[in-house]
C-alpha cells in the first residue's frame, strides 16, 4: 500500500508564490505518476500537474506557465512550485499517486491541503 504526506499550502496574496510537496511511501511501483489535482468549491477536481517516473510532466491548463512540478532525485517527492497565484487558485490540493497495473491501476490520493488566494 501507498501512502501520501502532503505539505504546503496556506494564504497568499494574489501574485504570490507558494510551494506544496508530497512524499509517497510503502509500496511504490516501479513504473507511477505523482502530482497534484485540485477542487474548488462547487467544481469538479481537476489535474494541476502530473510528472511520471520516466520525467514527463503534464500542466493542467489553467495553470501552465505559472506552475511548476519538480521531484526529488528519489522521485518519491514531488514539489509544485505555484506561482503568480490568482483568487481562482483557490483550492483544496489532493496529491494523487497512479499506477497503470496491468488491465487495471492504483490510484491513492493524499488528504488535501487548502490553498487560499485573498486580497
Known amino acids: 500500500q501507498v501512502q501520501l504526506a502532503e505539505s504546503g499550502g496556506g494564504l497568499v496574496q494574489p501574485g504570490g508564490s507558494l510551494q506544496l510537496s508530497c512524499t509517497a511511501s510503502?509500496?511504490?511501483?516501479?513504473?507511477?505518476?505523482l502530482g497534484w489535482h485540485r477542487q474548488a468549491p462547487g467544481k469538479r477536481r481537476e489535474e494541476v500537474a502530473m510528472?511520471?517516473?520516466?520525467?514527463?510532466?503534464n500542466y493542467g491548463n489553467s495553470v501552465r506557465g505559472r506552475f511548476t512540478i519538480s521531484r526529488d532525485s528519489a522521485k518519491t517527492t514531488v514539489y509544485l512550485q505555484m506561482n503568480r497565484l490568482e483568487s481562482e487558485d483557490t483550492a483544496v490540493y489532493y496529491c494523487?499517486?497512479?499506477?497503470?497495473?496491468?488491465?487495471?491501476?492504483?490510484?491513492?490520493w493524499g488528504q488535501g491541503t487548502l490553498v487560499t488566494v485573498y486580497s
Open positions: 510528472i511520471t517516473t520516466g520525467g514527463a510532466a
Open positions: 510503502g509500496s511504490i511501483s516501479t513504473v507511477y505518476a
Open positions: 494523487r499517486y497512479y499506477s497503470p497495473r496491468g488491465m487495471s491501476y492504483d490510484e491513492v
